[in-house]
């Protein structure tokens, strides 16, 4: 896997554009020569290899039909290759020997077959072909040049298919260099029986004339049973959500008033407040598409040609059975009559401050709803849509690595937003589906879809509304209705580090080589090499890599820690692998692509959620107690969609909802808490669903939405301290400061820069509520409602102010900005940014330098315990100066100069550092503390100034006492 997480979005994008999509095929492009048998001796046979150690005394789940013991059984058809199979010992998996497959293709999308001389027919009854092979490219190297790999039958009716053996477009090629089960659940379109032929192997970006190898393993053909399973049972009450209100937005005014009357058939839904009055005129004919705005004269149907599909995506006649306003929401009670159609729905609207509430539930034990579709606002004159930053259904969606996702509309000054409860839903998923804005209609959100379970029924309908309307952004954000992290006060000083390899000492210098730099306040997390030393898997274990060990990680822990950081490990409850010794079928998730296992990370599937919340409760607690880290890093949780990992397998508590996803997620996170005694933190992606369940993550920037931080700053930095990684060295401090996050380490120099702007600040606005978002539009500052209307988030000036009393500005624009700030003014360049605490010393700078004639840089830091400079190369005079780049870092011994880059001369104030008008000496030393000279100073004087020699590490800064005045 990644040794960086991180990249697994760039990993994806990838893949995506080298793998071949598409369903079953009946026909087949590929042109297969003369078939030759497959012999029983590898003339290169290489040194014998081992099982999988995790497979070592574990009892398969039945016999194989088929092995390659006997590779004369099987035979070779070439395209445009040159292939021969071998039996061999190489590599195994289970039995003696497995079979060895050289080929060499002649073209990018050569293949070839692997077949039995004599094609077997299966049992009738027989659904499901399970397959051992060993790929032999990672999805992380060289991806684009793996086979996609086939089952090749032949069914009743004498047609041949090749049906792939992943349904998930995104990992049908063999991804990994290690043992993999692969799995088919033949479909009921394939007629019974079926005769298997054989394997067939396609390549898609594959190199002519290079020797590749594969191995063949066992092969298996059988009926899946589905016994009955036992759960540990769920807790009843969860700690989320905290009120009945869930994702109320915020109103901001609290003076206003909520009235329901009835006019004629139609009933009102009325909001008045100082700050805007808005009216919802429901028709109860129909129990979704009925909804009409007034407001300042305006009329717009907020979801016309809103649909409610059943199964078959067909349409219904409803009929009002009864009606009435009780306590302010209207009731109502409809019966849904098609073509053997006859289900009864109880639905309700309700108005909450500016935000109309509709709810629908089915009475009904089995739904036979398919899917809610949004429609569209009409009557749109002036509009647009606005893409949210983190705001968003699932990252990976649509088989083509887009983002799905709702978006906010602006129409003739006002802001709209429908979200539905995920605190209430039973929907299999949510989709913001195609949007845009035509023939003034404008589309913004998809609706949400019903999947039939694995026993063919679906799960009744049953959602909850919200139509949030205002003149005022931040008024249709949902809230995010989840308990703040507790662990501020463990986290917010730090920041954050990824590491990974199995290389102990190369890692370790990582931890001493920056921490002789003064980076101090540090919670580094390792990858999963500290659980694997190959392909084998790396979740679901206690037992460490064995090439490192229980003993040198438990050293190592203790190492690091010694070094004043905290350490976590790497662990995952998302991604199961065949070759772990815990491996069992039952415990795969159900997709609905032909009920078939779900795929999740290369040469894993997806376990269900209950599976990964009740593992994690008997792991978490040994791997904490065996190495003693201090918190967890939980990998997948939170990058996934929910609604990619909904099990369809009926045996399962809540099977069929990303809800159940959610909640078992959310759940298992914070327990891993619990368990380690510390912060959890995880991939980030769709992040925003558990915000605080966790204590944060490190996200990625969807680069191609508006730079828009305000749900981030306003929803999910109230609850917890996230990071961002993928944004270069030059953006990255802008990007941390205008959405509020924590710092995530880089290497050398740029992770000493990003620490000194960032470590001593994040105390004064993680976790911190904002008080103020301001853009400036070149003239003054205005709203994030006013920035929007004036196109100003796609390069925009950011200014952030926060209860605690720090401002930040950054800016994003390819302009200068001129900042007045204390009586002093600031130009920042793109990406400049300007933070400061009124009555404290914080202060930090990144800036063009009023002193240079080039236009160079000047950054500058100050808080109590470091001080950051950076010249760009100019001379700096005044009480923090010098030429290059330095820090004034404090020690638990005292003060440090911290050379960093291009430093030439150091020129300070003792009075900085709380000095003034006592001699000091200045020790020059070695990396290991040793001292090299003395550098004297003046006794008394206030300022240092010296010029730094290659040689010295850096210095300390020694007072001497005996002196008096």
């Given at each position: 896997?990644?040794?960086h997480k991180?990249?697994?979005?760039?990993?994806?994008?990838?893949?995506?554009?080298?793998?071949?999509?598409?369903k079953?095929?009946e026909?087949?492009?590929?042109?297969?020569?003369?078939?030759i048998?497959?012999?029983?001796?590898?003339p290169?046979?290489?040194?014998?290899g081992?099982?999988?150690?995790?497979?070592?005394?574990?009892?398969?789940a039945?016999?194989?039909?088929?092995t390659?013991?006997?590779?004369?059984q099987?035979?070779v058809?070439?395209?445009?290759s040159e292939v021969?199979?071998y039996?061999?010992?190489?590599?195994?998996?289970i039995g003696?020997?497995?079979g060895?497959?050289?080929?060499?293709?002649?073209?990018?999308k050569?293949?070839?077959?692997?077949?039995?001389?004599?094609p077997?027919?299966f049992?009738k009854?027989?659904?499901c072909?399970n397959?051992?092979?060993?790929?032999?490219?990672?999805?992380?190297e060289?991806?684009g040049?793996a086979m996609t790999?086939?089952?090749v039958?032949?069914?009743?009716?004498?047609?041949e298919?090749?049906?792939p053996f992943?349904?998930e477009?995104?990992?049908?090629?063999?991804?990994?260099k290690?043992?993999?089960l692969?799995h088919?659940?033949l479909?009921?379109?394939?007629v019974?029986?079926?005769?298997?032929?054989g394997?067939?192997?396609?390549?898609?970006?594959?190199k002519?004339d290079?020797?590749?190898?594969i191995?063949?393993?066992p092969?298996?053909g059988y009926?899946?049973?589905?016994?009955?399973?036992?759960?540990k049972?769920?807790?009843?009450?969860?700690?989320?959500?905290?009120?009945?209100?869930?994702?109320?937005?915020?109103?901001k005014?609290?003076?206003?008033?909520?009235?329901v009357?009835?006019?004629?058939e139609?009933?009102?839904?009325?909001?008045?407040g100082?700050d805007?009055k808005?009216?919802?005129?429901v028709?109860?004919?129909?129990?979704?598409?009925?909804?009409?705005?007034?407001?300042?004269?305006?009329?717009k149907k907020?979801?016309?040609?809103?649909?409610?599909?059943f199964?078959k995506r067909?349409?219904?006649?409803?009929?009002?059975?009864?009606?009435?306003?009780?306590?302010d929401?209207l009731?109502?009670?409809?019966?849904?009559v098609?073509k053997?159609l006859?289900?009864?729905?109880?639905?309700?609207?309700?108005i909450?401050q500016?935000?109309?509430i509709?709810?629908i539930?089915?009475?009904?034990a089995?739904?036979k709803?398919e899917?809610?579709?949004?429609?569209?606002?009409?009557?749109?004159?002036d509009?647009?849509?606005?893409?949210?930053?983190f705001?968003?259904y699932?990252?990976?969606?649509?088989d083509?690595?887009?983002?799905?996702?709702?978006?906010?509309?602006?129409?003739?000054?006002l802001?709209?937003?429908?979200m539905?409860?995920?605190?209430y839903?039973?929907a299999?998923m949510?989709?913001?589906?195609e949007q845009?804005?035509?023939?003034?209609?404008?589309?913004y959100?998809?609706g949400?879809?019903?999947?039939?379970?694995n026993?063919?029924?679906?799960?009744?309908?049953?959602?909850?509304?919200?139509i949030?309307?205002?003149p005022d952004?931040h008024e249709?954000f949902?809230?995010?209705d989840?308990?703040?992290?507790?662990?501020?006060?463990?986290?917010?000083?730090?920041l954050?580090a990824?590491?990974?390899?199995s290389?102990?000492p190369?890692?370790?210098?990582?931890?001493?080589?920056l921490r002789?730099k003064?980076?101090?306040n540090?919670?580094?997390r390792?990858?999963e090499?500290?659980w694997?030393?190959g392909?084998?898997?790396?979740t679901f274990?206690?037992?460490?890599?064995p090439?490192?060990g229980?003993?040198?990680?438990?050293e190592?822990?203790r190492?690091v820690?010694?070094?004043?950081?905290?350490?976590g490990?790497?662990s995952?409850?998302?991604d199961?692998?065949?070759?772990?010794?815990?491996w069992?079928?039952?415990w795969?998730?159900?997709s609905?692509?032909?009920?078939?296992?779900?795929?999740a990370w290369?040469?894993?599937?997806?376990?269900?959620?209950?599976i990964?919340?009740?593992q994690q409760?008997?792991?978490?607690p040994?791997?904490?107690?065996?190495?003693?880290?201090?918190?967890s890093y939980?990998?997948v949780?939170?990058c996934?969609?929910?609604?990619?990992r909904?099990?369809?397998?009926?045996?399962t508590p809540g099977?069929g909802?990303?809800?159940?996803?959610?909640?078992y997620?959310?759940?298992?996170?914070?327990n891993?808490?619990?368990a380690?005694?510390?912060?959890?933190?995880?991939?980030?992606?769709?992040h925003w669903?558990y915000?605080?369940l966790?204590?944060?993550?490190?996200?990625?920037m969807?680069?191609s939405?508006?730079i828009?931080p305000?749900?981030q700053?306003?929803?999910?930095n109230?609850?917890?301290?996230d990071g961002?990684?993928?944004?270069?060295?030059?953006?990255?401090v802008?990007?941390?400061?205008?959405?509020?996050?924590?710092?995530?380490?880089?290497?050398g120099?740029?992770a000493?820069?990003r620490?000194a702007f960032?470590?001593?600040?994040q105390?004064?606005?993680?976790?911190?509520?904002?008080?103020?978002?301001r853009?400036?539009?070149?003239k003054?500052?205005v709203?994030?409602?006013?920035?929007?209307?004036?196109d100003?988030?796609?390069?925009?000036?950011?200014?952030v102010e926060?209860?605690?009393?720090l401002?930040?500005?950054?800016?994003f624009s390819d302009q200068?900005?001129l900042?007045?700030e204390?009586n002093?003014d600031?130009?920042?360049?793109?990406y400049?940014?300007?933070a400061?605490?009124?009555?404290?010393?914080?202060?930090?700078?990144?800036?063009?330098?009023?002193a240079s004639?080039?236009?160079?840089?000047?950054?500058?830091?100050?808080s109590d315990?470091?001080?950051?400079?950076?010249?760009?190369?100019?001379?700096?005079?005044?009480?923090?100066?010098?030429?290059g780049?330095?820090?004034?870092k404090k020690e638990k011994f005292?003060?440090?100069i911290?050379?960093?880059?291009?430093?030439e001369?150091?020129d300070?104030?003792?009075?900085?550092?709380?000095?003034?008008?006592?001699?000091?000496?200045?020790e020059a030393?070695?990396?290991?503390?040793?001292?090299i000279?003395?550098?004297?100073?003046?006794?008394l004087?206030d300022?240092?100034h010296?010029?730094?020699?290659?040689q010295?590490?850096k210095?300390?800064?020694?007072?001497?006492?005996?002196?008096?005045?």
């Open positions: 896997m990644l040794k991180s990249l697994r979005a760039c990993v994806l994008l990838c893949l995506a554009l080298n793998i071949q999509q598409g079953a095929q026909t087949n492009e590929l042109e297969y020569g003369e078939a048998k497959g012999v029983n001796q590898d290169k046979q290489k040194s014998i081992s099982k999988p150690y995790e497979m070592e005394g574990r009892t398969e039945r016999e194989p039909l088929f390659f013991d006997d590779c004369t099987w035979q058809r070439a395209n445009q021969a199979l039996r061999t010992k190489e590599q195994r998996v003696d020997y497995s060895k497959v050289v080929y060499k293709t002649k073209q990018a050569a293949g070839f077959r692997v077949e039995l001389v004599e077997y027919k049992d009854e027989w659904d072909i397959f051992w092979n060993y790929g032999n490219h990672w999805l992380w060289n991806s040049e790999h086939y089952a039958i032949q069914d009743a009716k004498g047609r298919i090749t049906i992943m349904q477009w995104l990992w049908r090629n063999m991804n990994y290690y043992w993999f692969n088919i659940k479909n009921d379109s394939i019974r029986p079926i005769t298997f032929i394997l067939e192997f396609k390549g898609n970006g594959t002519p290079v020797e590749n190898n191995f063949l393993g092969i298996y009926q899946e049973v589905l016994k009955p399973m036992k759960f049972p769920f807790p009843e009450k969860l700690p989320f959500p905290l009120r009945e209100e869930t994702i109320l937005p915020t109103n005014t609290t003076g206003f008033s909520n009235r009357e009835q006019q004629g139609k009933y009102l839904f009325s909001y008045e100082k805007a808005l009216t919802y005129q028709d109860p004919a129909y129990p979704i598409g009925g909804v009409t705005l007034l407001c300042d004269g305006q009329e907020v979801n016309t040609n809103a649909k409610i599909l199964e067909t349409e219904a006649e409803w009929k009002v059975m009864d009606k009435r306003v009780e306590n929401t009731f109502i009670c409809y019966k849904a098609g053997g006859n289900q009864r729905f109880d639905c309700s609207y309700t909450k500016k935000s109309l509709w709810t539930e089915e009475k009904a089995d739904g709803v899917e809610i579709c949004l429609g569209a606002t009409d009557n749109v004159s509009g647009k849509l606005v893409g949210v930053p705001l968003v699932n990252p990976f969606a649509n083509s690595y887009t983002a799905d996702a709702p978006s906010i509309l602006y129409a003739d000054n802001f709209y937003l429908t539905f409860d995920w605190y839903t039973n299999s949510y989709y913001g589906g845009g804005i035509k023939e003034g209609k404008a589309t959100n998809g949400v879809r019903y999947y039939p379970l026993n063919k029924k679906r799960n009744p309908l049953r959602e909850r509304l919200f949030n309307v205002s952004v249709v949902p809230t995010i989840n308990p703040a992290s507790p662990m501020r006060s463990n986290q917010v000083d730090r954050w990824i590491n990974g390899g290389d102990l190369k890692l370790g210098k990582f931890v001493t080589d002789s003064g980076v101090e540090v919670s580094i390792y990858h090499d500290f694997r030393a392909g084998e898997s790396y274990r206690t037992i460490p890599n090439d490192l229980t003993e040198r990680l438990k190592y822990v190492f820690q010694g070094q004043d950081w905290r350490i490990f790497y995952n409850y998302m199961f692998a065949p070759v772990n010794a815990l069992n079928e039952d795969v998730r159900i609905h692509n032909d009920y078939g296992w779900g795929s290369c040469r894993c599937y997806a376990n269900k959620v209950t990964g919340w009740e409760a008997l792991l978490a040994q791997i904490h107690k065996t190495f003693g880290t201090n918190f939980c990998d949780e939170t996934i969609s929910p609604m990619d909904v099990d369809y397998d009926y045996r099977a909802k990303f809800r159940t996803v959610f909640e997620i959310g759940m298992t996170l914070m891993e808490r619990r380690y005694q510390g912060p959890v933190y995880s991939e980030g992606g769709t669903f915000a605080g966790l204590d944060g993550n490190y996200s990625h969807n680069h939405l508006p828009f305000d749900f700053l306003l929803k999910i109230p609850l917890e301290m961002m990684s993928n944004v270069s060295n030059e953006a990255y802008a990007y941390a400061y205008a959405f509020g996050n924590i710092g995530i380490l880089s290497d120099f740029d000493v820069r620490y960032l470590q001593p600040f105390n004064s606005y993680s976790m911190i509520p904002v008080k103020s978002i853009y400036f539009d070149g003054s500052y709203s994030s409602s006013d920035a929007i209307k004036k100003l988030l796609k390069s925009p000036c950011i200014q926060y209860n605690s009393g401002k930040i500005y950054a800016n200068p900005w900042v007045k204390n002093h600031y130009s920042l360049p793109k400049g940014t300007l400061v605490l009124p009555g404290s010393r914080l202060f930090s700078v990144s800036s063009t330098n009023p004639s080039t236009g160079k840089l000047l950054d500058k830091v100050y315990h470091l001080f950051y400079i950076d010249t760009y190369g100019e001379v700096e005079k005044g009480e923090f100066g010098g030429k780049s330095y820090m004034l005292g003060w440090e911290i050379p960093l880059k291009d430093l001369e150091v300070f104030n003792l009075s900085l550092i709380g000095f003034s008008e006592l001699g000091v000496d200045i030393i070695d990396k290991n503390g040793n001292i000279t003395v550098i004297n100073q003046v006794p004087a300022q240092v010296f010029e730094h020699k290659p010295y590490y210095y300390k800064i020694c007072p001497v006492s005996s002196i008096s005045k």
